[in-house]
């Protein structure tokens, strides 16, 4: 789920505006919206409260609410949270872990603006890799390759 949020937020960001001019407008508003229905969270966002449909407090909800099942930061307690299980079952914990852990770590402590400040593409670019590495790392660990 995090993968597709993440690419989700950065298809958005980085092609769907015709020009740069365009951040803040309506036309981004709606962009902005529209991505909150393409992975079902209008409704909790709205429900949270959160009235203006504004790129950073969408870009909030979606990175970094641990509460949104489809957030990245759910997502990657979640990962930290199975894997921890697993640590358990096995009696060991496999690199993987740490990986997850860091990862957690480095949503834990950013907030929206830090992200639009480094780039909201780079953030994102860098978060799936680090997720993608997150992967390999998982299969190579549990044994998941073929």
């Known amino acids: 789920r995090a993968d597709n949020t993440a690419?989700?937020?950065?298809?958005?960001?980085?092609?769907?505006?015709?020009?740069?001019?365009?951040?803040?407008?309506?036309?981004d508003n709606v962009q902005w919206e529209t991505i909150l229905r393409s992975v079902s969270a209008h409704r909790s966002y709205r429900w949270l409260g959160e009235d203006e449909m504004t790129a950073p407090g969408i870009a909030r909800y979606l990175i970094l609410d641990r509460r949104l099942p489809r957030s990245?930061?759910?997502?990657?307690?979640?990962?930290?949270?199975?894997l921890?299980?697993?640590?358990?079952?096995?009696g060991e914990q496999r690199p993987c872990y740490d990986m997850a852990a860091r990862m957690r770590a480095k949503l834990r402590n950013r907030d929206v603006d830090s992200i639009f400040d480094e780039g909201l593409h780079e953030f994102l670019s860098a978060f799936i890799g680090h997720n993608n590495a997150l992967g390999a790392q998982i299969e190579t660990d549990y044994r998941f390759t073929g």
């Open 72 to 82: 990245l930061a759910f997502c990657t307690d979640q990962t930290v949270k199975n």
């Open 7 to 27: 690419r989700i937020l950065d298809v958005k960001y980085y092609t769907l505006l015709p020009h740069s001019s365009f951040v803040g407008s309506s036309l």
């Open 84 to 90: 921890d299980l697993l640590t358990e079952e096995y």
